[in-house]
């Protein structure tokens, strides 16, 4: 039997990578952690999913700020915004986590940490600050990278990508945002909201591509009451692709969150399918919040009534999209949401009632 100086090798210390580590440390195996980057955490943590939703709360609470009437709140003119606040608190709030992953934790995990940039010497080694190093099984989990479209010219012209936009010394007077999916429409409205003249050009005729049009309309609808200029043109084929359960949310004002297929899917594909939409302006907690804007949508099988796919627009979407995946997860019906009981009152009544929809019973309309 080979001798290898590790039974399992990571490379690359983000979230999958630092998953990885822990788990098997835990299980008894002996685990080497190798990172490129000064410190773990990766993309998430440092340019990607923990610096943009800190910074969407700062815009969002920015905007509140400045529409205090809206909420029987007297009018006020907040000073423009210090960008370097913004992203001192960014750098904060990743501090308060890169302490979860740090490496002294892994280490008293049980697994070793390394910094460098690895090379395989063969299928079990890989070459690194000078020295080899062995493992019976290696994980590559090296994550993703921006990738700059092929734009004439972009190259001669300063550009932002993640890596940059979090830890600006100044919010910029203007943006152009190229590309209208999740991430560039989520960045364009926290920006617009700050201050910054916000242009976003989108190559498909649609915001939100992989969204139903319904739901991408109010959010386009929204962005341009707040000021951001879109610049559209649809080329192309259909898109088309299978959700199966994973949920996915856009983290807009109002927030986009959604499960399996979209009304547009299963019309081109031919499949049939019963809706039930119920809104938030006849949901009481909506109500009481003053978050009237959006609505659940619940597709099912005409025939098993199985769900097909569940859409909601509005506040907490992103929360209350888990229970529709975890009944798509095992196989459960738009009755089985009905029927589950719902605490009194919550936003989570109005996926009850979209469901209740499907069989033309909701009741609170």
Partial sequence: MADYDYDIGIIGGGAAGLTVASGAAQLGAKTLLVEKEEALGGDCLHYGCVPSKTLIKTAHVYHLMKNGPKFGLPA???????????????????????????VERFCKLGAQVEFGNPEFTDEHAISLNGKFISARTWVIATGSSSAVPPVEGLDKTPYLTNRDLFYLDKLPGSMIVLGAGPIATEMAQAF??????????????????????????????????????????FAGLPFHVNYNVIPSVVYTNPEVASVGFTEEELKASGVPYKAGKFPFSANSRAKAVGSYDGFAKVLADPNTDKVLGVHIIGEMAGTMIAEAATIMEFGGSSEDIARTCHAHPTHNEALKEAAWATFGKAFHV
């Fill in 76 to 102: 006020i003119a907040p000073p423009a915004v210090d960008f370097r606040e913004v992203s001192k608190r960014i750098r904060s709030v990743i501090g308060v986590i890169q302490k979860h992953d740090s």
């Fill in 192 to 233: 617009c909201r700050l201050g910054t003249k916000v242009t976003v050009i989108q190559r498909s005729g649609q915001i939100l591509s992989k969204e139903d049009k319904d739901m991408a309309d109010i959010v386009k609808q929204m962005l341009e009451e707040e000021g951001v200029a879109l610049m559209e043109h």
